[in-house]
């Protein structure tokens, strides 16, 4: 059999340990048009501050492709630019075809950015290796001073804080009421947002930036819409991703905001699978479809992908979003629905010592299973409760030790949830 | 494979374990030259109390510990490639050069396996003592409440 995978990062890598788990006979192809060897996008910002070197960057050994027994071919060449289902076939921009028996797209998401942004100097996106290495050649180019980051989601605050560390005086823009909207609910962002600012971070919200100053093609300031001018040498623009689903759509496979993929990572088309940022899936806590754009998401998608690829049929529906991360001394995990449109439909449980920098909230439906958790400050607990929600355990009779310090796997076992 | 197993019944939350595994992860390798390192060493296991103390006759307890699964979603969930398993004896370990200190295993770990170092921001767990015969924890518990045996073993032992 030929396995073909579009993409070489998170989630084409876990189908390929999964498929050769079991199945070492078929030939996997894979194809990207980044010619950076296999790394993580996660670590991009710890490379751009110099907290790590680029060698640390490398996701697996190198050989790893060998190893798996995979044709790698990877650089701008390598494009996909076309997908025939009809005739299992793909065309790449240098022209080159391949065939299969059964394919993958991982193409990932692509940064969004503003349809007015102009291409002057100083302005950059930061999703690929190749991003960050302009990234720093400009900041060591011009000397830059000032940065201004719009966007408060988590690659906006990995990058304010990354060119914190680099010196430079950073101002984060954000365009709603708080930052990481998309994962904390409000009162965890209040504690994010002063942990941000006591680390020199300004903050500027709701200030959506409305225009660009440059001189000579090259950034000097911008303008938000409130009004201020802000000098700065350099602008991120980290406004959320958009999925790379150009391909799929072409070639007829069902997309909605993501190629729409089943519990077996299957998309409408029987031979195709899609995994990652750019593949729509049921959540089982929003329990609705959606894109959960982590790369643990796209891990755990890419890996149930590569087993039905190799004929090993495992249906997977626990997906949920999941987010572990620090700013500054803080560490932050944060699980499926955390903000609930409607609160009376749920019982929340919080544990707010903003002053401590600890908060902690559970948000649990009726029917007594868990949705949704901050752990903010003290993460201990955070897998076994990412348990309960998974097995969708009713947590009713020890609802009440789910936010103590003391809760932990021994906890499980008093109830009996687990055995040991 | 041989793992770390603790029998609930033989506990006896005297936290031997948690000492012992500290020391043998030292720099000096014993308790009390543990205690003057800069860096205190962590204890990987960790005692968790079932019952709290009156609630029972005894208390009960059990010792955790990574179980170097099978399917190891603390690897899966690494964002460095950190965290792998060994080929040659098939455990789950750390590679610290690696760690950045997301924390993204303990965001996973269904037993809560991960220990901080808040220092060196680096994922610390159970890496069965491995310039010891015997891991440290086996050795201290006083009541062989913890065993160190392949599965098969422990499944027969509770029969
Ligand atoms: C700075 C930063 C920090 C992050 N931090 C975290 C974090 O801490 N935790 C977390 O969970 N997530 C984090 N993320 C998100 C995480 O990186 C993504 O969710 C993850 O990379 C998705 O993996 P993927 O395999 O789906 O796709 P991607 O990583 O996007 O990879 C897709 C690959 O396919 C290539 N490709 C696309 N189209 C084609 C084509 N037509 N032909 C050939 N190749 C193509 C792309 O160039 C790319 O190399 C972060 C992201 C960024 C940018
Ligand atoms: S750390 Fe946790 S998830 Fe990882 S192998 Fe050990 S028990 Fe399993």
Redesign the interface.
Known sequence: MNILIIGNSAAGTAAIESIRKHDRQSSITQLSDEAQPLYSRCLLTYYLSGSIDREKLLYREEGFHKKMGVDLHTGPGFRVVDLNPAQRRVTCDNGRTFYYDKLLIATGASPKVPDNLPFDKGIFVLRHLADVEEIKQYLRDVGAKRAVVSGGGLVGIKSAAALNECGLHTTLAISSQQVLSQVLDYDAAQIIGRQLRENNIEILQPAGITEIISRDNRLKGVKTDQGRELDCDVLIVAKGVAPNVRLAKAAGIGVRRGIVIDSFMQTDHENIYAAGDVAEAFDMAIEDYTINALWTCAVQQGRIAGLNMAGKKTSYNDIISMNSFNVYDISIISFGVTSPKDESEYSVLTLNQAERNIYKKIVIDRDNHIKGIILLGKIASAGVLLSLIQRRVDVSVFKDELLSDKFNYGTLVKYGVEKE | MKKVY?Q?EKCLACRSCELACAAAHSESKDIVGALQEKEMPRSRV?V????EKGTLQRV???A?QCRHCEEP?CE??C???GIHRDEETGDIVVRL??C?????????????A?V?NENM?QALKCDFCPDLETPACIVACPTGALVYCEPEEMAKEQL
């Open positions: 603790c609930i960790r968790e109390f079932i019952d009960r307890a059990v955790v979603l899966q969930a964002i460095s490639g050069d690696k950045v200190g997301c924390w993204s295993c303990i965001m996973v770990c269904p037993v809560g991960i901080k921001h």
